[in-house]
């Protein structure tokens, strides 16, 4: 009995036309930056339409006479609208670029031009997020020394509401910090 010895082909000899199609690491990064951008805009869109919203009214002493919260009523929550809503309209517009950069994985400029701007909105939203935090929390506690009660006892849905839009707002954080970071690995590559 005789065995047959089949050759083998070594690694080398084996056809591009055989091998997995690879993704460029550029071209990797750039789909993933995409994907971050959708994420980070729907979490800001959530929060804005969430804060945007929302209001409570609660009868007092008599049906007549009525106190309501909304948003409007604190600037801080105003100024936390605008911002995750200037935050969704930037990430939006920059699905563009993103875009560009899937196809087009040497655009330096591009990426520099996201990195500068992904940081200026890092710092707008993390100033909206942060003031409203501080809101939410006095809300929730108030302050014996300056004589706040806490009012989320009574406006319950209305506190509910906007603390839960902090996280969306806050997911954006994060996001667009993973943003600047992958950004600038994929420019420190080429």
């Not at 009868?59 to 600037?75: E, G």
């Not at 839009?165 to 954080?173: A, K, Q, R, Y």
């Given at each position: 009995?005789?065995?047959?010895?089949?050759?083998?082909?070594?690694?080398?000899e084996?056809?591009e036309?055989?091998?997995?199609?690879?993704?460029?690491?550029?071209?990797g990064?750039?789909?993933v930056?995409?994907?971050?951008r959708?994420?980070?805009?729907?979490?800001?869109?959530?929060s804005?339409?969430?804060?945007?919203t929302t209001?409570?009214?609660l009868?007092?002493?008599?049906?007549?006479?009525?106190?309501?919260?909304?948003?409007?009523?604190?600037?801080t929550?105003?100024?936390?609208?605008?911002?995750?809503?200037?935050?969704t309209?930037?990430?939006?517009?920059?699905?563009?670029?993103?875009?560009?950069?899937?196809?087009m994985t040497?655009a330096k400029?591009?990426?520099?031009?996201?990195?500068?701007?992904?940081?200026?909105l890092?710092?707008l939203?993390?100033?909206?997020?942060?003031s409203?935090a501080?809101?939410v929390?006095?809300?929730?506690?108030?302050?014996?020394?300056?004589?706040?009660?806490?009012?989320?006892?009574?406006?319950?849905?209305?506190?509910?509401?906007v603390?839960?839009?902090?996280?969306?707002?806050?997911?954006?954080?994060?996001v667009?910090m993973?943003?600047?970071i992958?950004?600038?690995?994929a420019?420190?590559r080429?």
């Open positions: 009995m005789t065995k047959k010895v089949v050759p083998q082909e070594s690694p080398a084996v056809s036309e055989d091998a997995p199609p690879k993704i460029a690491p550029g071209k990064l750039s789909i930056d995409f994907v971050m959708i994420v980070a805009a729907i979490a800001t869109l959530g804005t339409i969430a804060v945007g209001n409570q009214t009868p007092m002493f008599t049906q007549f006479i009525r106190f309501k919260a909304r948003y409007q009523d604190l600037p929550f105003t100024f936390f609208v605008v911002t995750n809503g200037i935050a309209a930037y990430l939006v517009l920059s699905l563009v670029l993103s875009i560009l950069h899937i196809f040497g400029v591009t990426r520099t031009v996201l990195i500068i701007l992904d940081m200026i890092l710092s939203l993390t100033a909206g997020a942060s409203a501080a809101i929390h006095l809300a929730h506690t108030g302050n014996v020394e300056a004589n706040w009660s806490a009012i989320c006892q009574q406006y319950n849905s209305f506190c509910e509401r603390s839960g839009s902090l996280v969306g707002s806050f997911l954006g954080i994060l667009l993973l943003l600047i992958l950004s600038a690995i420019l420190s080429k």
